[in-house]
């Protein structure tokens, strides 16, 4: 693969995200915004929050979001994880079934019913999700006269975030008004990238979205990092694709990679994470080491790179 492996996909060009359609910044927003700061003073200890993000399905967003909570929770570090893909993925990866779900995130991102009524807690201590099913396809067209409907995630958890260490959303594979939400919500992105050919294409609109969104919602989203998945070192194919994130990708690639495991593929027909399905296997112990990774950065602040235009 070429310098061309990165350009960016051009399929994807009329999104909610598009240039035009981005809202000029409006006073609501600007209030919004200036609220949902002062809260975060007001809360000495926060989370940071990550939206798990690539537009591109498949590539292991809710495996790396489910698995690498769940370490960070074992480690001792509470953990909120917040299914916004209307596939409910995550949810059911963690044992709770979507459809029986009388109230899931779409209630409190709808303001409907406080947080503490829809946020429920898992097997494993310390890691809470706020779970979704497919109600939340409706919130993008309910939402389509709301002003300032790209915050609401933003203020949903900015009332709670001062409750856990980590905060990860699971976004769905699209650049829609749910991944808009997710991303103006969050301190950082984590992108996930298979290690397979086309796994770069997209990510050039991914970057862009998120400058437009850093300057038109006057937002600072930073890159938290890209992670490669779905790693086979015994593919050459693997091989010179990670190097070529390597090379290429201008921000941060986490040293930890995740192998390709079938543990890993089997545990959501299990609903359980990795670490209660087979912890000795590679894949664990890859989810352990990169919750440990994080773990460390934050010790040697300031981890999350700022956005430089790709
Ligand atoms: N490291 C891995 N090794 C083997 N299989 C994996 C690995 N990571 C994820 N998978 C499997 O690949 C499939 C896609 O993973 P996952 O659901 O995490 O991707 P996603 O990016 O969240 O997908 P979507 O875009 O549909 O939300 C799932 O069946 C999952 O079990
Ligand atoms: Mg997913």
């Not at 109600?135 to 300032?148: F, K, M, S, T």
């Not at 994470?273 to 590679?282: F, T």
């Amino acid at each position: 693969m070429g310098e061309e492996g990165i350009e960016p996909s051009r399929q994807l060009g009329h999104t909610i995200l598009s240039r035009a359609r981005l809202p000029i910044p409006t006073l609501a927003h600007d209030f919004s915004l200036i609220l949902s700061l002062i809260w975060d003073k007001i809360n000495l200890v926060m989370a940071r929050v990550f939206s798990v993000c690539n537009q591109k399905g498949g590539v292991g967003k809710t495996t790396t979001t489910i698995n690498l909570a769940a370490y960070l929770a074992t480690l001792g570090k509470k953990s909120l994880i917040v299914d916004f893909d209307p596939q409910g993925n995550a949810t059911s990866g963690l044992g709770i079934t979507p459809h029986t779900l009388q109230y899931s995130v779409y209630h409190s991102f709808l303001g409907d019913v406080p947080f503490d009524v829809s946020v429920r807690k898992t097997e494993i201590p310390h890691l809470d999700i706020l779970p979704a099913n497919s109600d939340l396809a409706g919130a993008l067209v309910e939402l389509i006269d709301v002003g300032d409907r790209e915050f609401l995630l933003r203020r949903l958890l900015s009332r709670v975030r001062h409750q856990y260490a980590y905060v990860f959303i699971d976004l769905p594979p699209s650049l829609s008004l749910l991944t808009l939400n997710g991303l103006v919500a969050s301190d950082e992105v984590l992108i996930p990238i298979q290690t397979e050919y086309y796994s770069l294409q997209g990510l050039g609109e991914l970057l862009r979205t998120i400058t437009l969104i850093n300057t038109n919602l006057k937002t600072n989203l930073k890159i938290g990092g890209a992670l490669l998945t779905m790693y086979n070192r015994r593919e050459v194919l693997s091989r010179e694709v990670a190097k070529e994130v390597r090379r290429h990708f201008p921000h941060r690639v986490f040293n930890t990679v995740i192998p390709r495991s079938v543990s890993l593929a089997e545990s959501p027909s299990f609903k359980k994470p990795i670490i209660l399905h087979n912890r000795s296997s590679q894949g664990a112990r890859a989810y352990e080491s990169l919750a440990r990774e994080i773990i460390a950065d934050e010790q040697n602040k300031p981890q999350a790179h700022n956005f430089v235009a790709w």
